[in-house]
């Protein structure tokens, strides 16, 4: 089974600068999650969908920060205009969704902000 | 908001003993999940405990919950060098909470 799917890997781009993850969860995974990591830290939640809506998205910086999931499958995570303080890790997980479930993780995207 | 502290942060340890990492959490919870993370890597789920008093074991790893101490722990016995990782425990009320890692190296 094909596991959580993220691109790119790494992006480097000067600050101001919009940016763009894309994620494809597990097949048949209903809830997706957008976790930020900084360095020596444990992930902390953006946002979290249910199928194509948005459930949770309080901790998602909104001036800059934007979140899709068309179609209740692939989801796009854009930073518009990327500022120094967002280099960071940007994971993806799924879970078959309900309280409870085990999340599985991508591999995340290593951005770097110049 | 729920506070999930890790102790200790950076543990050195010699291949062969014994250590148990600690995860205390701030409010009610009888979910909490133990990940693995490989520098450069992404969390590997290691194990889900889902009721007080729950204990799973994998290998050199064993973790347990105490829900009313708002505390589980993952011990480790025997310690070998693929052991060494970062280790994160997530608590979760609705949503996952992490706890602040703890860095294990193994030395041989």
């Known amino acids: 089974e094909a596991g959580v799917v993220q691109s790119p890997r790494y992006k480097i781009i000067e600050k101001k600068q919009p940016v763009a993850f894309w994620c494809n969860p597990i097949?048949?995974?209903?809830?997706l999650y957008w976790y930020l990591q900084n360095l020596g830290q444990g992930p902390e939640l953006l946002i979290r969908?249910?199928?194509?809506?948005?459930?949770?998205d309080s901790q998602l910086p909104k001036d800059r920060f934007s979140a899709e999931r068309l179609k209740g499958v692939d989801s796009t995570l854009k930073i518009q205009p990327a500022e120094l303080g967002d280099s960071a890790v940007y994971l993806c997980?799924?879970?078959?969704?309900?309280?409870?479930?085990?999340?599985?993780f991508g591999p995340g995207t290593r951005l770097t902000v110049l | 908001e729920l506070k999930v502290e890790q102790n200790p942060l950076f543990l050195s340890m010699q291949e062969g003993k014994n250590y148990t990492i600690y995860c205390n959490y701030s409010t009610t919870s009888d979910r909490l999940y133990w990940y693995r993370q490989d520098p450069g890597k992404s969390l590997e789920s290691l194990f889900v405990?889902?009721?007080?008093?729950a204990v799973k074991q994998e290998g050199r790893l064993m973790a347990s919950l105490d829900t009313k101490a708002r505390l589980s722990t993952l011990h480790i016995t025997a310690a070998v060098h693929d052991l060494s990782a970062t280790y994160f425990c997530?608590?979760?009320?609705?949503?996952?909470?992490f706890g602040t890692g703890t860095s294990l190296t193994v030395i041989p």
């Open positions: 997980a799924s879970s078959l969704g309900g309280y409870g479930t085990e999340q599985f």
């Open positions: 405990l889902l009721s007080n008093g």
């Open positions: 969908y249910e199928n194509e809506e948005a459930v949770d």
């Open positions: 097949s048949g995974h209903n809830t």
């Open positions: 997530a608590v979760d009320r609705g949503q996952f909470y």
